[in-house]
């Protein structure tokens, strides 16, 4: 996976109303943390980088920055948006030696039809992500997985992915990703989202 450069400028002001007129001006503040290192506080277009995540689709899609003449290659650690606007408010990137090996969250799909679906049952995520370590140029952007042959009560483990070259699980293997459940099971899980998105709809009319 190659490094996207995007253009970013030192920032000198840290205070909120500095921020406050960067966000004014069409930039967002973002801080670049470095291990052993002082962080480097920057601003940076969100747009570009919007656009940048969209056409990757990889939330794990390496960042290259040039600020005094240096590189720094990136992975987003944190973005923060407004919770109504969505709008992007702050980024944070941590820096990655493009020879060391990193843990991260890959995203999961499926693909297929589960043979347990025949029988009514109905595929469930258990995990959308696997926590695997490799070094940021071998990252894969995503795992796809086949369920055609997954029966009703079956799971597909973190174990059971095929790992590219280079890259290994950093989590147990026995963790479950994917099931398939029975129509019982797939009655109760639609219940208890129906429950839980009521109680989430009282208590916001609640906080009015």
Do not use: W
């Not at 490799?134 to 042959?149: L, R, S, T």
Request: proline letters at 3%.
């Amino acid at each position: 996976m190659d490094a996207k450069t995007v253009q970013a400028e030192i920032r000198e002001d840290l205070g909120k109303g500095a921020a406050r007129k960067i966000r004014a001006a069409g930039r967002v503040p973002a801080v670049i943390y470095r291990a052993g290192e002082e962080a480097a506080h920057c601003t940076v277009d969100p747009n570009e980088l919007q656009l940048m995540f969209r056409r990757s689709g990889n939330p794990n899609q390496l960042v290259s920055f040039e600020i005094n003449g240096q590189t720094h290659t990136c992975l987003v650690k944190n973005a923060q948006k407004h919770p109504v606007s969505r709008e992007l408010l702050h980024i944070d990137f941590y820096e990655v030696n493009v020879n060391e090996e990193v843990a991260v969250e890959v995203l999961v799909r499926i693909e297929g039809k589960a043979a347990g679906e025949t029988f009514g049952g109905r595929v469930a995520f258990l995990r959308r992500t696997l926590r695997i370590a490799a070094k940021p140029g071998d990252i894969p952007e995503k795992f796809v997985i086949n369920v055609d042959d997954l029966q009703v009560g079956q799971f597909v483990r973190a174990g059971d992915v095929d790992l590219p070259k280079g890259v290994s699980l950093a989590i147990d293997a026995g963790t479950n990703l994917v099931t398939c459940m029975g129509k019982k099971s797939a009655a109760r899980e639609a219940e208890a989202e129906a429950e839980a998105e009521a109680g989430e709809e009282a208590s916001e009319e609640a906080a009015e």
